[in-house]
C-alpha cells in the first residue's frame, strides 16, 4: 500500500528564501517540491505576497529577476501545487501579523499537516494550530520539515 505524501503549505518566507538562496534550507524545501516528494499547498494569497515580495528592491539586488520572471515563478508553482479555492479568507487566528492568517487558512482549508515557515516571531513560536473539525497542523521550520522527509 502507498505512504501517503505529506501535505504542506510554505509560506511566503520559505518561498521567497528558496529562490534567493537555492543551497539553503528553503531552497532544499523547494527542491523536494518540484520532486514531488510532498504536495505542496498554497493560495492566492501567498502567492500575491511572494510576487510582491520578490519585486521589492531589496530582493532585486539579490535576485535581479524581472516581472516576466516572477511571474513566471508564480505560474510554475500555480501550476504544481494545489491552490485552496479562498473559502476560509476571513480566518483571524495570527492577531500579531494577519497576512499569516492566509497560510494558516490555507492549511486548514486543504488539511494540511505542515505549516513550513522562517517566520519565528508569529508562526514557528505557536508549534500546532488545533481547530475543532480539523487535523491538527504542525508548525515546522524548513530544516525540521527536510527532517521529516527524510533528507
Do not use: C, W
Not at 16 to 40: D, M, N, T, Y
Not at 49 to 55: D, F, H, N, R
Not at 67 to 91: F, K, M, S, V, W
Not at 103 to 123: C, I, K, N
Request: proline residues 4%; hydrophobic residues 45%.
Amino acid at each position: 500500500m502507498p505512504v501517503a505524501k505529506l501535505r504542506a503549505v510554505l509560506d511566503t518566507s520559505v518561498l521567497v528564501a528558496g529562490i534567493v538562496r537555492p543551497a539553503g534550507s528553503s531552497g532544499q524545501v523547494l527542491r523536494a517540491f518540484r520532486e514531488g516528494r510532498f504536495a505542496h499547498i498554497t493560495s492566492s494569497a501567498i502567492l500575491d505576497e511572494m510576487v510582491s515580495v520578490l519585486a521589492r528592491a531589496k530582493v532585486q539586488r539579490t535576485t535581479h529577476l524581472s516581472h516576466d520572471e516572477i511571474g513566471d515563478l508564480r505560474l510554475a508553482i500555480e501550476e504544481r501545487a494545489e491552490t485552496a479555492p479562498g473559502e476560509y479568507q476571513d480566518l483571524d487566528m495570527v492577531h500579531s501579523d494577519p497576512k499569516d492568517n492566509a497560510v494558516v487558512a490555507a492549511a486548514l482549508e486543504m488539511h494540511a499537516q505542515y505549516v513550513v515557515t522562517l517566520d519565528a516571531g508569529d508562526l514557528l513560536r505557536l508549534k500546532v494550530f488545533l481547530v475543532s473539525g480539523h487535523r491538527p497542523v504542525q508548525i515546522e521550520s524548513p530544516t525540521g520539515f527536510l527532517r521529516l522527509l527524510g533528507r
